[in-house]
């Protein structure tokens, strides 16, 4: 049974180009949630998606961030436009079920380099 | 909103005890911990659900109390491979829990031989 996939594991951009970020979450799991962790600091929740649905996006900077969860294939985090300040570890996890202290299985990450 | 988590930083001895403590302005809903090892995924450990509860397995074990928000966990006899930084996640009490983390800024665990 895999674990929660991520990929690419690394990924190296310049200024102003997009980003994408994939996430297959764990078999039977339909709840997925991003989080983002700069050097040293903590994981910070960006979004919370069920299949085709986006259901909490609070921690999602307004602008250039954009995530989906469609019917079939993995969950993209998208960054367009991307710039240093961007660069980070990107995590996604995953739950069977709607939160209420489920469990969060975690991906290895996308280490994304902004140049 | 962001729970704050003390010692910020521990060096033990291998065989020696550690408590990290989570600590929310919030009522919360469940406390999670978690161990992350450099460049990896973070590591589940354990969820507390009620005030007062207790769990542990292993050397490894926490409290909840929900009345103080806040949750501790213990680290006894301390190996080598509990070296890492952990984080809490709390879930916050709210009229309806989506199960959204928010995770503390994390303690650094280092063991020694």
């Known amino acids: 049974n895999a674990g929660v996939m991520q990929n690419p594991r690394h990924l190296v951009r310049r200024r102003g180009q997009e980003a994408r970020l994939r996430c297959s979450p764990m078999k039977g799991h339909s709840h997925v949630y991003w989080y983002r962790q700069l050097p040293e600091e903590g994981l910070k929740f960006m979004v919370y998606?069920?299949?085709?649905?986006?259901?909490?996006e609070s921690g999602m900077p307004k602008e250039r961030f954009s995530a989906e969860f469609p019917k079939e294939g993995p969950s993209i985090l998208r960054i367009q436009q991307v710039v240093r300040g961007d660069s980070a570890a990107y995590f996604c996890a995953s739950s069977p079920r709607r939160g209420d202290g489920e469990k969060l299985f975690f991906g290895s990450g996308t280490q994304l380099s902004v140049l | 909103q962001q729970p704050v988590q003390s010692p910020q930083a521990v060096i033990l001895r291998e065989g020696e005890d550690a408590v990290i403590n989570c600590s929310s302005s919030k009522a919360l809903y469940s406390v999670h911990w978690y161990r992350q090892k450099h460049g990896e995924a973070p590591i589940f450990l354990m969820i507390?659900?009620?005030?007062?509860e207790q769990k542990g397995h292993d050397k490894i074990s926490a409290s909840f109390n929900e009345k103080k928000q806040q949750s501790s966990l213990y680290l006894t006899a301390s190996q080598l491979s509990y070296s890492g930084t952990y984080f809490c996640g709390t879930e916050i009490k709210g009229r309806s829990n989506t199960g959204k983390l928010i995770f503390g800024q994390g303690t650094t665990l280092q063991v020694k031989p």
């Open positions: 507390l659900l009620k005030g007062g």
């Open positions: 998606l069920q299949k085709e649905n986006i259901i909490d």
